[in-house]
């Protein structure tokens, strides 16, 4: 069903960032749905070196590719296409994922049925099948420690960030779902205005979701359809440290905002700590590598900067 001479019931954003090959398996998989839904496609593409997006528009003429002259975020750039988009129902869907020709409809259906339902996650699994969690509690200070640390397995499922007590099997409301896939209802993004750009990439999914809650609304997991979601292969681009304090400053970010400033400045306070052991041990081995990344995920931690590319940045600070 073509989108073109009506408005589409689902607004389908994609955020690109190299994403190579997999962009286009991606874009393909969705315009496979429009059979069953009409829908519209609008690639956000963060400033890519790949051509990734040029080739999009190349081979998928009807899909609406935006281009920023830097990379704004994963955030942001949601929100520059979410402020265009005309579909009665938004899916954030992560460019390494695929979605089978029927996801959309299912999707409608359950949401349909599910009139506070604000946000719907779906099944993930890995490329051969693999289950992925794709259910998570807020991240608070105790969990993180207690993921890090390697003793949430001993603790009971409150203390765990993954949802690992459930079967993922059956419908279930939780706290919030993963980012891969995120297929929201443009009324309840409206009344809570989008995503928060302060969290350059990570944890934002986890800020949207609790905002949806706060506001009346419900986020809710549904088997009923699996999308494949290949895992960060943007990610694996930058330098390590980039990725680890990029994860690290949005969930200080997130303790802030919701009122845990003594957990998050004590989690700094070790982390910093913890850096600083790993550059010495490093220094003593004569592993340069390793005390570049120790010493650029520091830097972010000291300066509450993102890295941008190889070093650090400030995109919102």
Not at 74 to 83: E, H
Not at 175 to 193: C, D, H, P, Q, W
Not at 292 to 312: D, E, H, M, Q, R
Request: net charge positive; proline share 4%; glycine share 6%.
């Amino acid at each position: 069903m073509s989108s073109a001479s009506q408005t589409p019931d689902v607004s389908v954003i994609i955020v690109n960032w190299n994403g190579g090959e997999l962009l286009n398996r991606c874009v393909q998989s969705v315009l496979e749905c429009r059979e069953r839904t009409s829908l519209e496609v609008l690639v956000v593409d963060n400033a890519s070196q790949d051509g990734s997006a040029r080739r999009v528009e190349k081979d998928f003429p009807d899909v609406h590719v935006i281009h920023n002259n830097e990379n704004k975020g994963f955030a942001a750039a949601n929100n520059q296409a979410i402020d265009l988009s005309k579909g009665r129902f938004v899916l954030l869907l992560n460019p390494d994922s695929t979605i089978p020709n029927d996801n959309l409809e299912i999707a409608l259906r359950i949401m349909g049925e599910q009139p506070r339902t604000g946000c719907l996650g779906c099944k993930l699994v890995n490329e051969d099948g693999s289950l992925q969690t794709s259910c998570h509690n807020y991240p608070t200070p105790t969990r993180v420690w207690a993921a890090r640390l390697g003793i949430n397995r001993f603790l009971p499922s409150h203390f765990h960030l993954a949802r690992l007590d459930i079967s993922y099997d059956s419908p279930l409301k939780v706290e919030y779902v993963k980012g891969a896939y995120m297929f929201f209802r443009k009324e309840a993004l409206n009344a809570i205005g989008g995503m928060d750009e302060q969290f350059f990439m990570y944890s934002e999914e986890a800020d949207i979701c609790r905002r949806l809650w706060n506001a009346g609304w419900e986020v809710l997991y549904d088997p009923s359809t699996t999308v494949t979601h290949y895992r960060a292969r943007s990610s694996v681009q930058l330098p390590r440290f980039v990725t680890q304090a990029r994860r690290y400053l949005s969930r200080y970010r997130f303790f802030l905002k919701y009122n845990q400033p003594i957990g998050a400045e004590v989690d700094r306070l070790f982390m910093g700590i913890n850096l600083v052991a790993l550059w010495l041990l490093d220094l003593i081995r004569g592993n340069r590598s390793g005390m570049k990344n120790s010493a650029g995920f520091l830097k972010a931690i000291l300066t509450n900067k993102y890295p941008v590319g190889n070093w650090i940045g400030s995109p919102k600070s």
